[in-house]
């Protein structure tokens, strides 16, 4: 089976441009998580979206903005971007359901370099 | 709010031996998860091990097991029989359950960078 795929990998942008990541999750999987990974630090938590609705939101400015598709698919949209918006963006799903938690399952990421 | 540290930025082990990686955490709540994730150089967060505080029988995973105080808030991660595959950064995590179940958000660590030296 597939697991959890993000697009593009990489991605080269400048000051004030806006981006958009892309992921993917596991099949039957229908939450999906985004996190942003600053160089030496643990993974910060961005957006929680649970079948097309948003569940939890980090602490991030509204720059920030995400949506999940009917298939499950997501995507994180950044505006008017920082420098300080260089980092690794992870996404992560999770099969939702009864019977306690299901672990998160990681893709390998999109790296965003802002200039 | 839920805070996560881990306190030895780097470690070291011989291959073969065990080692044990440390993370203290706060919480409030009385249900809730803790994870240990490893991301090598490929960047892929991969699932060690998991610990669900209701149970007081500590996880193991093959060569992986955690030592879960919950009193202390400490859940720390030991790996024996080292390998060089295991080098990678670990990182510690807490995730209070979500309203439906869905899986909540982790709370990470600063992580712990551990070599493994052939």
């Known amino acids: 089976d597939a697991g959890v795929t993000q697009s593009p990998t990489h991605l080269i942008k400048t000051r004030g441009q806006h981006v958009t990541l892309r992921c993917s999750p596991i099949?039957?999987?229908?939450?999906v998580s985004w996190y942003q990974q600053v160089l030496g630090q643990g993974p910060q938590f961005i957006f929680q979206?649970?079948?097309?609705?948003?569940?939890g939101r980090g602490n991030f400015p509204d720059r920030f903005s995400a949506r999940q598709f009917p298939n499950y698919s997501s995507e994180l949209n950044v505006n008017a971007l920082l420098l300080g918006d260089s980092a690794l963006y992870l996404c992560?799903?999770?099969?939702?359901?009864?019977?306690?938690?299901?672990?998160?399952?990681f893709g390998n990421g999109t790296r965003l370099t802002v200039t | 709010a839920q805070t996560v540290t881990q306190s030895q930025p780097e470690m070291s082990v011989q291959e073969a031996e065990t080692v044990t990686l440390s993370c203290t955490y706060d919480?409030?709540?009385?249900?809730?998860?803790l994870f240990w994730y490893k991301q090598p150089p490929s960047r892929q967060m991969i699932l060690v091990i998991r610990?669900?505080?209701?149970?007081?029988q500590n996880a193991t995973e093959n060569r992986f097991s955690v030592n879960f105080q919950k009193a202390a808030k400490s859940f720390s991660l030991k790996i024996s029989d080292s390998q060089l595959g295991d080098t990678a950064m670990y990182f510690c995590?807490?995730?209070?359950?979500?309203?439906?179940?869905?899986?909540?958000?982790?709370?990470f660590g600063q992580g712990t960078e551990l070599s493994v030296k052939p």
């Open positions: 992560a799903s999770s099969f939702a359901g009864t019977g306690g938690i299901s672990p998160l399952h």
């Open positions: 099949s039957g999987h229908k939450s």
């Open positions: 979206y649970y079948e097309k609705e948003e569940r």
């Open positions: 919480t409030s709540e009385n249900n809730y998860y």
């Open positions: 610990q669900e505080a209701y149970k007081q």
């Open positions: 995590a807490f995730m209070k359950p979500g309203l439906y179940n869905q899986g909540g958000k982790l709370i």
